[in-house]
Every structure is written in C-alpha cells, then in structure tokens.
C-alpha cells in the first residue's frame, strides 16, 4: 500500500503503531461529534487522541501520570486537555471536564485500576474500549457497568481493512501527526533511543541511516 503524495516519507513510519488508535476508535464505535478520552499518552495513546481529532471529535482529552514530555507532543499535535494525575487538583479538574461523561473512553495503559476509572467518567451506554495489555487482573465495579449501561470491548488483532483509514487521516493532515516523531537519531544511537522511550521521554523515535 502506496503513501499518497502529500503525505511524507517519514510519516509512514507511524501507519503501524496508530492502527491500533484507529481500531480502538473504530471497536469503540466512534462518530464524528463523539466526547473521547484517552488513558495513557504513550505512542497507542497519542495516536487515539490524534486520530479522534482528525476524524471529528468534538472534544478530545488525554490522561497520564508525569508525562510532562509526551504531554508536549500532544500539544503540538494540537491536543490541549491534557490531565496529569500526579499534579495538585487534577482529579477535580478530570471530573469537572467530563460533566455529562464521554462518549468513549479509550485505554492506552494496561494498568488495572484505570478501568474503573474511565467508567467513571462515561456517560450512560459509554464505550470503554481497551488497548492495554497489563499483567494484573482488574476488578470491575460491576454495579456501575450494570447501572449505566456500560460496554468494555477489547482492542486486539487490527484486521487489514484499518490501514486505508489511518492513511487517509494522515493525508488529511500530515502536519498534524509530525509531531508525533519526537525523537530522529542515527542507527548507531539505537539503544540511546530505547532508552528514552523506556523512561517515556520519547513518543516515536525514528533511527536514520
């Protein structure tokens, strides 16, 4: 499959990594309008949130926990409601934001107790679709999934018919996703490059020639 003309090389490298984003949209049932939340401002994360914009959200928010730097990328990809839970009445501003819940809720973490949380913050028959993989069990708070109507629906497997949306997204807005390469270092510096994105310092790291 062919990148169109506007879109750069380089870009290319991201089609992977967001067809996870996009399926979790699409699993989700996402449409033009939708109120959408993001846990986890990791690569997963940050493509949800860009892809979300670029399809039509009407409002798109980002949860981390010290991520001050991919929170920047973010905002350079033009997301700015951006909650980090280790800063002082973030969890006042998270539940101030969300009166009236999202319409989707999206999990980029793989961190248990994210899941009741981001049901937390859905509106009644809210999507929670999730992407991360954690190695702890979850415990659902039953009673609110039963009372709101709730839906989990799990993200794996991305069928081939994702790639065609990710590439037209791109296309559509190729300036929008540059921000998320964060990090462009000659091969030699490879594991310099892990590194960073092991100490969540770099969103998409490019390795060049």
């Known amino acids: 499959m062919e990148l169109p003309d506007n879109v750069p090389l380089e870009l290319g490298a991201l089609v992977e990594p967001l067809t996870t984003g996009a399926y979790a949209l ?11 939340i993001v846990f986890g401002p990791g690569p ?43 800063e002082e009445g973030a969890a006042e501003r998270l539940t101030e934001a969300a009166k009236g819940g999202f319409d989707i809720a999206i999990d980029a973490t793989g961190v248990a107790r994210v899941i009741n949380q981001a049901l937390g913050l859905l509106r009644p028959q809210g999507v929670l679709a999730v992407a991360g993989m954690g190695e702890e069990p979850a415990n659902v708070d039953m009673l609110k999934l039963v009372k709101n109507r709730l839906q989990i629906r799990g993200v794996s497997r991305m069928p081939p018919s994702i790639w065609p949306k990710v ?41 060049l020639p």
């Open 26 to 36: 699409e699993v989700a049932g996402f449409k033009a309008g939708d109120r959408v």
């Open 44 to 86: 997963i994360g940050q493509g949800a949130a860009a892809l979300a914009r670029v399809f039509g959200a009407s409002e798109v928010a980002v949860v981390g926990l010290r991520d001050a730097p991919r929170f920047e990328t973010l905002r350079a990809a033009g997301i700015t409601q951006l909650f980090d839970m280790a």
């Open 167 to 207: 590439i037209s997204a791109l296309s559509a807005d190729p300036a929008g996703f540059e921000p998320l390469i964060s990090h462009r270092l000659p091969l030699a510096d490879a594991m310099a490059g892990l590194e960073l994105c092991r100490a969540g310092e770099a969103s998409k790291v490019l390795l």
